[in-house]
């Protein structure tokens, strides 16, 4: 999928592993929230663990608003999604990972 934006912004790829793509199907998820959440998360950060970017947004799923946590490896102008979940205790999530040192967080 690409994802076409004009203006400022950068033409980007995205592609899935097989494992997030099994996740989207599980979860009968659709590609355009993993996209929005890309685009413009509420939060973002770095897993010096995995060496991936993690964003962070709210959207809209089955008429309700849910967190969702995108996993994705940037190259460039490709983004390789690795996971998705979705997470209802988000803030304690990253007040966890921040405080183990695992996320850091990215200024956009």
Same mark, same amino acid.
């Given at each position: ?19 997030? @793509?099994?996740?989207? *199907?599980? !979860? ?7 996209? %929005?959440?890309? /685009? ?33 490896? @940037?190259?460039?102008? *490709?983004? !390789? ?7 209802? %205790?988000?803030? /304690? ?16």
């Amino acid at each position: 999928m690409r994802m076409k934006v004009y203006g400022c912004r950068v033409v980007v790829k995205i592609t899935l592993t097989r494992h997030a @793509r099994a996740k989207l *199907r599980e !979860r009968a998820s659709p590609l355009d929230m993993v996209r %929005r959440v890309v /685009e413009a998360p509420t939060h973002r950060f770095y897993d010096v663990i995995s060496g991936a970017e993690v964003s962070i947004g709210e959207v809209e799923f089955h008429g309700r608003r849910i967190v969702l946590a995108v996993v994705f490896i @940037r190259r460039g102008k *490709r983004i !390789r999604v690795v996971t998705t979940y979705p997470c209802k %205790r988000m803030l /304690e999530e990253i007040k966890r990972k921040k405080k183990l040192g695992r996320w850091i967080e990215l200024v956009s």
